[in-house]
């Protein structure tokens, strides 16, 4: 699976949201994102992360910075993780995996000696521009949001 690198251009997207609303990259000219990938919702590690983002909000937001989540999971998971943990950032369905796939973060995966094809948990900001800042493949849960806040100070 080919990855992103820096100053590559992100990959747009259209995908829904746990409230059924379409959310674009395109949406978010002239802000940074911050794009993280998650296996599964509800699940401890996923679980951890989107609880890390959602208590960081409102420093990313003085840093003029967006968050989105992204899984295979279906809209309703994705409503139900939100409504579970308050989370309060889109949540977005990637059920064909094809925004996946376009960042690089789709790939064979192996558990108990079984190969099986899934999300490598990934984070990206993305500038202003839209073009990749930042991309950190194979993330730890807890290393996604302090990831970005290291990059700021540099």
Not at 37 to 55: E, H, L
Not at 91 to 111: I, N, R, T
Request: aromatic share 10%; net charge neutral; with cysteine.
């Amino acid at each position: 699976m080919k990855k992103l690198a820096i100053g590559d251009k992100a990959p747009d997207f259209a995908l829904k949201d746990q409230g059924g609303s379409t959310v674009k990259l395109s949406d978010f000219k002239g802000k940074k994102i911050l794009i993280y990938f998650y296996p599964k919702a509800n699940t401890p590690g996923c679980t951890k992360q989107a609880c890390s983002v959602r208590d960081s909000l409102p420093d990313l937001k003085k840093e003029n910075i967006a968050a989105l989540g992204i899984s295979p999971d279906k809209e309703k998971v994705q409503e139900n993780f939100d409504t579970k943990y308050n989370l309060n950032f889109p949540l977005l369905a990637d059920e064909d995996h094809a925004v996946a796939e376009a960042y690089g973060v789709w790939d064979e995966k192996s558990m108990y000696g079984k190969k099986y094809m899934g999300i490598i948990r990934s984070s990206f900001l993305i500038d202003e521009e839209g073009k990749i800042q930042e991309a950190w493949y194979k993330v730890k849960p807890l290393d996604t949001v302090p990831n970005v806040f290291n990059l700021m100070k540099e």
